[in-house]
């Protein structure tokens, strides 16, 4: 039985069916990744995991208890963070007040009236944020406005933000779409690290192969919104299944 | 000290100071100079200033920190007003439990109109305070004449069944607004070579109750509380999905604002004893809006110099006529002299909304961070000349740090 559990989940927008009898399972601790060609349905499936979307019909059940019917914010809560495809920050605040919000969420819940009190005062929160902008190395950048932080920083600081709270399961959304060599590179290295600090679920839908075969433990090809295969990486590179859908059956 | 900071706390202090001194700062010029029709420093006025200054920081908890922007907040000031003139009426004189019942209901009122409006963002939340605003002022000059006296207003009678105090004075008077015997009207005059200064006690309840609020609204601004509602306004989606539920934190800023609101309208009637629903429309809405904007969205001080700016233009660019422009320019020849106060008389008197509207127009695009980004960029030329213009990070390619929000 894994974290996580999708049973026959289906979406249909109008004519489009875009997830058909969608079966997963994650198992605790592993890196799945969940790949296929644009239009698969992979953005769907995320969506309906952390409320953004309610499926037609089928259960996903994180760690026992269903999550169809729940808003975002209580996803949350139970232990399901979201990284986005373009990163979602608070542009508007410094890369601390960034990190110190989930920090609050985390302690707090969803919703406190903490209107007396100052958020300097409140160490535990501030030593929190610190010490995880000092893992994700961007200490030096603490006072600076995040919007004004490059591409590849504000994706580590959304990554870092979404750490804090600990989450159960960490769900990726391509989080390497658009950036260098290097940075993805080191996107690589910063999920295998934080995979080996601490016990996580990282579920990432991805489309750079190269991502996806350094770190995922279990692959889900996705095609038309069915899953075509699940398996270890070793056996999904030479699949003439996963060739087919990607390629076209010229191919 | 006080769970400020230090700069924090300085800060406060100069505004506590300056708003004390108020009588004397606002009265530069002697009494009979011709530049006195520039004094601010009668208690009316000054009143006006602190007044409109608490509905100003009020507002700006909801706009400047979350960006919700509501085009009805006069609603709240008018129930105010018109609750603590009820309490005049019915229970005594003392401005305290006025004041209390016009926080009270204008609270209940912004929990019901905030509660509705809420439900959705941007222009249609503007639309829906703005439906209500209005909706409240109709209902305000017609549909409720038994509570609110229609087009004529509420005002205090010589029949009121006071219950405590009496319902007229020994000499067949309305009694006056008071604090504990201390009688709002009164004030002081003290004359000083050619100055005269008025203390009004009236005024000085206002100025110490702006100062607890300019107080509370610091507080707010540096608590975890504050940074939500700035998060709210810089990516709600992200808040959703750091597991913070939005709703309740804008409910609790739109309250908040509304209670100052009604704080703001209470003391109106307590200065002045009458509540009429033009104090409800939607112009009165705009016009804190403006206020809160022209000073400075968003920072601690902008709203009030905002509010400060608006109500002297109002009062005092509205006297200017025809006639005190001719004497300006009466050491002219008269062609020239005719001429010049042909130029400026779309800007004064009557039509000092032009010129106020020219300048929201100047300061909304050059300074968007209104009267307070003036002042900074003021303070930062001064500095770059004393530190000399040697090491001077290059502009383009420094990371920008975050103005301080008290700034």
């Given at each position: 039985?894994?974290?996580?559990?999708?049973?026959?989940?289906n979406?249909?927008?109008g004519?489009?069916?875009?997830?058909?009898d969608?079966?997963?399972?994650?198992?605790?601790?592993?890196?799945?990744?969940?790949?296929?060609?644009?239009?698969?349905?992979?953005?769907?499936?995320?969506n309906?995991?952390v409320g953004?979307?309610?499926?037609?019909?089928?259960?996903?059940?994180?760690?026992?208890?269903?999550?169809l019917?729940?808003?975002p914010?209580?996803?949350?809560?139970?232990?399901?963070?979201?990284v986005?495809?373009?990163?979602?920050?608070?542009?508007?605040?410094?890369?601390f007040?960034?990190?110190?919000?989930?920090?609050?969420a985390?302690?707090?819940?969803?919703?406190r009236?903490?209107?007396?009190?100052?958020?300097?005062?409140?160490?535990?929160?501030?030593?929190?944020?610190?010490?995880?902008?000092v893992?994700v190395?961007m200490?030096?950048?603490?006072?600076?406005?995040?919007?004004?932080?490059?591409r590849?920083?504000?994706?580590?600081?959304?990554?870092?933000?979404?750490?804090?709270?600990?989450?159960r399961?960490?769900?990726?959304?391509?989080?390497?779409?658009?950036?260098?060599?290097?940075?993805t590179n080191?996107?690589?290295?910063?999920?295998?690290?934080?995979?080996q600090?601490?016990?996580?679920t990282?579920a990432?839908?991805?489309h750079?192969?190269?991502?996806?075969?350094?770190?995922?433990?279990?692959?889900?090809?996705?095609?038309?919104?069915?899953?075509?295969?699940?398996?270890?990486?070793?056996?999904?590179?030479?699949?003439?299944?996963?060739?087919?859908?990607?390629?076209g059956?010229?191919? | 000290?006080?769970?400020?900071?230090k700069?924090d706390?300085?800060f406060?202090?100069?505004?506590?100071v300056?708003?004390?001194?108020?009588?004397?700062?606002?009265?530069?010029f002697?009494?009979?100079?011709?530049?006195?029709?520039?004094?601010?420093?009668?208690?009316?006025?000054?009143?006006?200033?602190?007044?409109?200054?608490?509905?100003a920081?009020?507002?700006?908890?909801?706009?400047?920190?979350?960006?919700?922007?509501?085009?009805?907040?006069?609603?709240?000031?008018?129930?105010?007003?018109?609750?603590?003139?009820?309490?005049?009426?019915?229970?005594?004189?003392?401005?305290?439990?006025?004041?209390?019942?016009?926080?009270?209901?204008?609270?209940?009122?912004?929990?019901?109109?905030?509660?509705?409006?809420?439900?959705?963002?941007?222009?249609?939340f503007?639309i829906?305070?703005?439906?209500?605003?209005?909706?409240?002022?109709?209902?305000?000059?017609?549909?409720?004449?038994?509570?609110?006296?229609g087009?004529?207003?509420?005002?205090?009678?010589?029949d009121?069944?006071?219950?405590?105090?009496?319902?007229?004075?020994?000499?067949?008077?309305?009694?006056?607004?008071?604090?504990?015997?201390?009688?709002?009207?009164?004030?002081?005059?003290?004359?000083?070579?050619?100055?005269?200064?008025?203390?009004?006690?009236?005024?000085?309840?206002?100025?110490?109750?702006?100062?607890?609020?300019?107080?509370?609204?610091?507080?707010?601004?540096?608590s975890p509380?504050g940074?939500?509602?700035r998060?709210?306004k810089?990516?709600?989606?992200?808040?959703n999905?750091?597991?913070?539920?939005?709703?309740?934190y804008?409910?609790?800023?739109?309250?908040i604002?509304?209670v100052?609101?009604?704080?703001?309208?209470?003391?109106?009637?307590s200065?002045?004893?009458?509540?009429?629903?033009?104090?409800?429309?939607?112009?009165?809405?705009?016009?804190?809006?403006?206020?809160?904007?022209?000073?400075?969205a968003?920072?601690?001080?902008?709203?009030?110099?905002?509010?400060?700016?608006?109500?002297?233009?109002?009062?005092?660019?509205?006297?200017?006529?025809?006639?005190v422009?001719?004497?300006?320019?009466?050491?002219?020849?008269?062609?020239?002299?005719?001429?010049?106060?042909?130029?400026?008389?779309?800007?004064?008197g009557?039509?000092?909304?032009?010129?106020?509207?020219?300048?929201?127009?100047?300061?909304?695009?050059?300074?968007?961070?209104?009267?307070?980004?003036?002042?900074?960029r003021?303070?930062?030329?001064?500095?770059?000349?004393r530190?000399?213009?040697?090491?001077?990070?290059?502009?383009?390619?420094?990371?920008?740090?975050?103005p301080?929000?008290?700034?």
């Open positions: 039985m894994g974290i996580l559990e999708v049973k026959g989940v979406k249909r927008f004519g489009l069916q875009a997830l058909g969608v079966n997963l399972s994650v198992a605790e601790n592993t890196v799945h990744a969940i790949i296929g060609p644009n239009g698969a349905g992979k953005s769907t499936l995320l309906c995991l953004k979307l309610i499926p037609d019909t089928g259960s996903v059940m994180f760690d026992g208890q269903s999550v019917g729940r808003t914010y209580e996803i949350n809560q139970m232990g399901i963070s979201r986005f495809q373009t990163p979602e920050i608070f542009g508007d605040l410094t890369v007040e960034n990190m110190v919000i989930p920090a609050f985390k302690r707090d819940g969803a919703f009236m903490h209107a007396f009190e100052s958020v300097a005062n409140e160490k535990d929160i501030c030593i929190m944020a610190e010490q995880m902008l893992d190395n200490q030096d950048k603490m006072h600076m406005h995040s919007a004004s932080l490059s590849g920083d504000k994706r580590r600081l959304e990554m870092a933000m979404c750490l804090l709270q600990e989450p399961l960490l769900l990726l959304d391509e989080p390497t779409a658009g950036m260098a060599r290097a940075d080191n996107t690589i290295d910063l999920l295998k690290e934080i995979k600090k601490r016990d996580i990282i990432i839908i991805e750079d192969m190269h991502v996806v075969f350094s770190l995922a433990d279990r692959i889900t090809v996705l095609a038309q919104g069915t899953p075509l295969v699940e398996d270890v990486p070793e056996n999904i590179r030479g699949n003439p299944k996963v060739r087919e859908a990607y390629l059956e010229a191919a | 000290m006080l769970g400020l900071s700069k706390l300085t406060l202090l100069i505004v506590a300056l708003t004390l001194c108020a009588p004397f700062l606002l009265n530069p002697p009494t009979d100079s011709a530049m006195a029709q520039f004094n601010a420093g009668y208690p009316d006025l000054m009143q006006r200033f602190v007044i409109f200054g608490i509905f920081i009020g507002f700006n908890i909801l706009f400047g920190l979350t960006g919700y922007l509501s085009f009805g907040h006069a609603a709240f000031l008018g129930v105010g007003s018109y609750s603590a003139v009820w309490m005049f009426k019915l229970l005594s004189m003392n401005v305290l439990p006025a004041i209390l019942l016009s926080m009270i209901i204008a609270g209940l009122f912004s929990v019901l109109i905030g509660f509705v409006s809420l439900r959705r963002s941007g222009i249609y503007s829906l305070t703005l439906a209500f605003a209005q909706m409240s002022f109709n209902l305000a000059y017609s549909v409720l004449t038994p509570i609110t006296n087009e004529t207003g509420l005002q205090l009678t010589l009121d069944p006071r219950v405590l105090g009496q319902s007229a004075t020994p000499q067949g008077g309305i009694p006056v607004t008071s604090l504990f015997g201390i009688e709002m009207r009164a004030t002081h005059e003290l004359a000083v070579g050619g100055w005269t200064f008025q203390f009004n006690a009236g005024y000085y309840l206002c100025a110490i109750v702006m100062i607890l609020a300019f107080y509370v609204a610091l507080r707010i601004f540096r509380f940074l939500m509602l998060a709210v810089s990516n709600q989606n992200r808040l999905y750091t597991g913070l539920n939005p709703k309740p804008t409910l609790a800023a739109f309250v604002s509304g100052y609101a009604g704080l703001a309208g209470g003391l109106l009637a200065m002045d004893p009458l509540a009429g629903a033009e104090r409800m429309q939607w112009t009165a809405s705009g016009e804190v809006v403006l206020m809160t904007i022209l000073g400075g968003g920072t601690m001080i902008g709203p009030v110099l905002g509010a400060g700016f608006i109500k002297y233009f109002e009062n005092i660019f509205s006297k200017i006529n025809d006639t422009l001719h004497q300006w320019f009466a050491f002219m020849p008269d062609g020239m002299e005719d001429f010049f106060v042909f130029l400026l008389h779309p800007f004064v009557k039509g000092w909304h032009l010129t106020l509207g020219i300048l929201f127009m100047l300061v909304v695009t050059f300074l968007p961070g209104g009267l307070v980004e003036g002042g900074q003021i303070a930062r030329l001064l500095r770059r000349e530190t000399d213009s040697n090491d001077r990070p290059d502009p383009e390619h420094h990371p920008r740090e975050t301080h929000v008290a700034e």
